[in-house]
C-alpha cells in the first residue's frame, strides 16, 4: 500500500481495526475474510458480526463503537514523516505464504523492496554461536542466494547475522524480521547491516514504527519468519533457545523443518541435534534443502557453485583441508599432517594473511570464511 494521499484514508482503518481491544490476529483475518475491508466490518450490523467465530455480542457492539483514537493518527502522521511503506494483508504485495498461516500481521511496515512472488527460505539460530555455526550459516545463505532463493532471518547477533551477509555475499536478497518498530533498530550494533539489507532486500515488521524489543515480540516475530518461508533452517541451537520455537512453528504452519548437525559435544548442538531426531531433514549443503522442497524441478537442482579460494601451494591445501571450522590446536594439528612445526607455523601465516585461516587464543585454528 503507497501511503500517500487516499492510500492512507484507507490504512487508518487497518490500524483502528487493530486497535480494537480484543481482536488479535487471528480474529483480525476471519473479519478480513468475511467482510473483505476494515470499512465494512465497521459499518456491519450486529446480527452479521457475531456470526463470526470469535465475536462476542458485546465485542461486536465495541467494533461498532469504536472510534479512531489519537495513537492511530500519529502512527499515521509517522508513517507519512518516515516515508515507510505499510502492506495490508489483502495487497497483492503481501507474501503468499504468510498470507495461509492462520494468524498472519494484518499490516506489515516495510522498508527496502518486498517481493511477494519470490522463495524464501528462512535461516536462524544461536545468539552465540560457535565459528562453525557463522561458517556454515554464511555458507548455506550464500549457495541459496546463488539460486535465487531469498533468504529471511530475524537480524539479531549471530546466526540470524551470518545469514544476511552470507546472503548478500552471494549477490542474493535478504529479509529481515524485526522483534520492534522499524524505527527501533535492535540490536543497535546492527543498524549498518539494517540499511544494508534495505538495499538488498527489505527490513520488514508488524509493530508500529516506535515499537521497542519488548521481550514477547520475538515469539511473535517467529512465526513471520517461519511463516512467509517454504522451510526453515536451525543452524544451531541449545536445549532451550528461540530458533527452536521457530521450528515448531514451521511445523505448525505445514512447512519443512531442516537442521544443521553440529559436535556431540558442544551443548550448541543439542537443540538441532533432537530436531533431526524428531524427523526435521539433516542439512550438509544447500543441495540438501533444494532437493527436498523442489523435487520434480531439474533447475532448482543445478550444481551449486561455491566461493573461490586464492590460489593456494600444494603444502597450503594440505595444511587446509586439515583444517575445519571447529578449532584445533596447533599440537593436535601436527599430529594429523606429517610436517615440520617451524613449516607449519609459516603456512598458518599464509594461510590467516589470505583470510581463509584464523588463529584463536591458545594457539587454536580454524577455517575462517570472509563475507564482506
Not at 483514537?69 to 502512527?75: I, L
Not at 512472488?117 to 562453525?132: K, L
Not at 542466494?145 to 551470518?162: E, F, P, Q
Given at each position: 500500500?503507497n501511503t500517500?494521499?487516499?492510500?492512507?484514508d484507507k490504512l487508518?482503518?487497518?490500524?483502528?481495526?487493530?486497535?480494537v481491544?480484543?481482536?488479535?490476529n487471528?480474529?483480525?483475518k476471519?473479519?478480513?475474510?468475511?467482510?473483505?475491508?476494515?470499512e465494512?466490518?465497521?459499518?456491519?450490523?450486529h446480527?452479521?458480526l457475531?456470526c463470526v467465530?470469535?465475536?462476542s455480542?458485546r465485542?461486536?457492539?465495541?467494533?461498532?463503537?469504536?472510534?479512531?483514537?489519537?495513537?492511530?493518527?500519529?502512527?499515521?502522521d509517522l508513517?507519512?514523516e518516515?516515508?515507510?511503506?505499510?502492506?495490508?494483508?489483502?495487497d497483492?504485495?503481501?507474501?503468499?505464504l504468510?498470507?495461509e498461516?492462520?494468524?498472519?500481521?494484518?499490516i506489515l511496515?516495510?522498508m527496502g523492496k518486498?517481493e511477494?512472488?519470490?522463495?524464501h527460505?528462512a535461516i536462524?539460530g544461536?545468539?552465540?554461536?560457535?565459528?562453525?555455526g557463522?561458517?556454515?550459516?554464511?555458507r548455506?545463505?550464500?549457495?541459496?542466494?546463488?539460486l535465487?532463493i531469498?533468504?529471511v532471518?530475524?537480524m539479531?547477533?549471530g546466526i540470524?547475522t551470518?545469514?544476511?551477509i552470507g546472503?548478500?555475499s552471494?549477490?542474493?536478497k535478504t529479509?529481515?524480521?524485526l522483534?520492534?518498530?522499524?524505527?527501533?533498530?535492535?540490536p543497535?550494533e546492527n543498524?549498518?547491516?539494517?540499511?544494508?539489507i534495505?538495499e538488498n532486500g527489505?527490513?520488514?515488521?508488524e509493530?508500529?514504527?516506535?515499537?521497542p524489543?519488548?521481550p514477547?515480540?520475538f515469539p511473535?516475530?517467529?512465526r513471520?519468519?517461519?511463516?512467509?518461508?517454504l522451510?526453515?533452517?536451525v543452524?544451531?541451537?541449545?536445549q532451550?533457545?528461540?530458533?527452536?520455537i521457530t521450528?515448531?512453528?514451521?511445523?505448525e504452519q505445514?512447512r519443512e523443518?531442516f537442521a544443521?548437525?553440529?559436535?556431540?559435544?558442544s551443548?550448541k548442538?543439542m537443540?538441532?541435534h533432537?530436531?533431526?531426531k524428531?524427523?526435521?531433514?539433516?542439512v550438509?549443503?544447500a543441495?540438501?534443502?533444494m532437493?527436498?522442497?523442489f523435487p520434480?524441478n531439474?533447475i532448482?537442482?543445478?550444481?551449486?557453485?561455491?566461493?573461490?579460494l586464492?590460489p593456494?601451494?600444494?603444502e597450503?591445501?594440505?595444511?587446509?583441508?586439515?583444517?575445519?571450522?571447529y578449532?584445533?590446536?596447533?599440537d593436535?594439528?601436527?599430529?594429523?599432517?606429517?610436517?615440520?612445526a617451524?613449516?607449519?607455523s609459516?603456512i598458518l601465516l599464509?594461510?590467516?594473511l589470505?583470510?581463509i585461516?584464523q588463529?584463536?587464543p591458545g594457539?587454536?585454528?580454524?577455517?575462517?570464511y570472509?563475507?564482506?
Amino acid at each position: 500500500m503507497n501511503t500517500e494521499s487516499g492510500d492512507t484514508d484507507k490504512l487508518i482503518h487497518w490500524l483502528r481495526l487493530k486497535s480494537v481491544p480484543g481482536i488479535g490476529n487471528l480474529l483480525f483475518k476471519r473479519l478480513i475474510e468475511r467482510f473483505k475491508s476494515p470499512e465494512a466490518v465497521f459499518e456491519a450490523a450486529h446480527p452479521s458480526l457475531i456470526c463470526v467465530d470469535g465475536v462476542s455480542s458485546r465485542l461486536a457492539v465495541l467494533i461498532s463503537e469504536y472510534k479512531i483514537t489519537d495513537a492511530v493518527k500519529r502512527e499515521i502522521d509517522l508513517i507519512r514523516e518516515k516515508g515507510c511503506r505499510v502492506i495490508t494483508l489483502t495487497d497483492e504485495q503481501y507474501p503468499k505464504l504468510l498470507r495461509e498461516i492462520p494468524d498472519p500481521p494484518p499490516i506489515l511496515y516495510v522498508m527496502g523492496k518486498l517481493e511477494s512472488s519470490v522463495q524464501h527460505i528462512a535461516i536462524v539460530g544461536s545468539r552465540t554461536p560457535t565459528r562453525y555455526g557463522i561458517f556454515t550459516a554464511k555458507r548455506l545463505s550464500e549457495d541459496l542466494a546463488k539460486l535465487n532463493i531469498t533468504i529471511v532471518s530475524g537480524m539479531a547477533r549471530g546466526i540470524d547475522t551470518a545469514a544476511h551477509i552470507g546472503a548478500m555475499s552471494g549477490g542474493g536478497k535478504t529479509v529481515a524480521v524485526l522483534g520492534s518498530g522499524l524505527e527501533k533498530v535492535y540490536p543497535i550494533e546492527n543498524l549498518k547491516l539494517f540499511h544494508r539489507i534495505i538495499e538488498n532486500g527489505a527490513v520488514i515488521s508488524e509493530f508500529s514504527l516506535n515499537s521497542p524489543p519488548d521481550p514477547y515480540h520475538f515469539p511473535a516475530r517467529n512465526r513471520i519468519i517461519s511463516g512467509m518461508s517454504l522451510g526453515t533452517v536451525v543452524v544451531e541451537a541449545a536445549q532451550k533457545s528461540g530458533s527452536l520455537i521457530t521450528a515448531r512453528l514451521a511445523a505448525e504452519q505445514g512447512r519443512e523443518v531442516f537442521a544443521v548437525p553440529g559436535s556431540i559435544h558442544s551443548f550448541k548442538s543439542m537443540g538441532t541435534h533432537n530436531l533431526i531426531k524428531q524427523g526435521a531433514k539433516l542439512v550438509e549443503h544447500a543441495q540438501d534443502i533444494m532437493e527436498e522442497l523442489f523435487p520434480q524441478n531439474p533447475i532448482q537442482r543445478k550444481n551449486i557453485p561455491h566461493t573461490q579460494l586464492p590460489p593456494l601451494s600444494s603444502e597450503e591445501t594440505i595444511v587446509l583441508n586439515a583444517l575445519s571450522p571447529y578449532p584445533i590446536h596447533i599440537d593436535d594439528l601436527l599430529r594429523k599432517i606429517d610436517m615440520d612445526a617451524g613449516k607449519l607455523s609459516g603456512i598458518l601465516l599464509q594461510l590467516e594473511l589470505k583470510d581463509i585461516v584464523q588463529q584463536s587464543p591458545g594457539k587454536l585454528f580454524s577455517t575462517e570464511y570472509k563475507t564482506g
